[in-house]
């Protein structure tokens, strides 16, 4: 009977332990879910400060070179430089890095699909019309919506093996470089416009004193 009660007492104290213990382990594992969701929080902010810098130099640098900037004073203009100059130097202090887990494929994916983006720019100079329809193709590959314009398939199967995260850099990447193609197209365009006035408007005056 004695034997049979202290047993007893034993296979208690296993149970109350085990129980203990598969609370204890039900508490961890539940911060570590909390703390899961946090670190993804995080990730996200840092990835938004991230595209907020990439906006703010690009909208700074549209402003120096906009239209307006050119139809100002020498004077009024190198000042606003200064001031967009300045705006650029503080924007680049912020030093903000998410680094993506990738996969040794994926590091691969990414490599290739950076190369084939990097050919792509070193050609603009050379032909920025055929430049632009190239990037629209490497666009339409990474657009979940369907596209206006041929996609490249090739680069399509490229961007598919990289990690999501990466996807979407590449993706933004190349909306970037499609502005700034319309940018200086419109730049190039009205660069010829003016220099037409001002060779119609010196034709005319040609005309006429010699009339």
């Given at each position: 009977?004695?034997?049979?009660?202290?047993?007893?007492?034993a296979?208690?104290?296993?149970?109350?332990?085990?129980?203990?213990?598969?609370?204890?382990?039900?508490?961890?594992?539940?911060?570590?879910?909390?703390?899961?969701?946090?670190?993804?929080?995080?990730?996200?902010?840092?990835?938004?400060?991230?595209?907020?810098?990439?906006?703010?130099?690009?909208?700074?640098?549209?402003?120096?070179?906009?239209?307006?900037?050119?139809?100002?004073?020498?004077?009024?203009?190198?000042?606003?430089?200064?001031?967009?100059?300045?705006?650029?130097?503080?924007?680049?202090?912020?030093?903000?890095?998410?680094?993506?887990?990738?996969?040794?494929?994926?590091?691969?994916?990414?490599?290739?699909?950076?190369?084939?983006?990097?050919?792509?720019?070193?050609?603009?100079?050379?032909?920025?019309g055929?430049?632009?329809?190239?990037?629209?193709?490497?666009?339409?590959?990474?657009?979940?919506?369907?596209?206006?314009?041929?996609?490249?398939?090739?680069?399509?199967?490229?961007?598919?093996?990289?990690?999501?995260?990466?996807?979407?850099?590449i993706?933004?990447?190349?909306?970037?470089?499609?502005?700034?193609?319309?940018?200086?197209?419109?730049?190039?365009?009205?660069?010829?416009?003016?220099?037409?006035a001002?060779?119609?408007?010196?034709?005319?005056?040609?005309?006429?004193?010699?009339?």
């Open positions: 009977m004695a034997q049979a009660r202290i047993s007893a007492k296979n208690e104290g296993r149970f109350c332990r085990s129980s203990s213990m598969a609370d204890r382990s039900s508490r961890l594992l539940e911060s570590l879910d909390q703390l899961e969701l946090r670190v993804e929080a995080l990730r996200e902010a840092a990835t938004a400060v991230e595209q907020e810098k990439e906006v703010l130099l690009e909208m700074i640098h549209s402003i120096q070179n906009s239209q307006d900037m050119r139809q100002i004073s020498d004077g009024e203009r190198e000042e606003l430089n200064l001031t967009a100059n300045r705006l650029m130097g503080r924007t680049l202090t912020v030093e903000v890095s998410v680094e993506t887990i990738r996969s040794p494929q994926q590091q691969e994916s990414l490599k290739h699909a950076t190369r084939i983006i990097d050919e792509v720019v070193s050609k603009f100079l050379d032909d920025l055929n430049a632009r329809s190239h990037l629209m193709s490497l666009y339409s590959a990474c657009s979940s919506e369907v596209p206006a314009g041929p996609v490249d398939q090739k680069f399509q199967s490229i961007v598919i093996g990289c990690a999501l995260e990466d996807q979407k850099k993706k933004r990447r190349l909306e970037t470089l499609l502005r700034n193609i319309e940018n200086s197209d419109k730049a190039i365009k009205l660069l010829e416009h003016s220099k037409g001002a060779a119609k408007t010196l034709q005319q005056n040609a005309d006429t004193r010699f009339n």
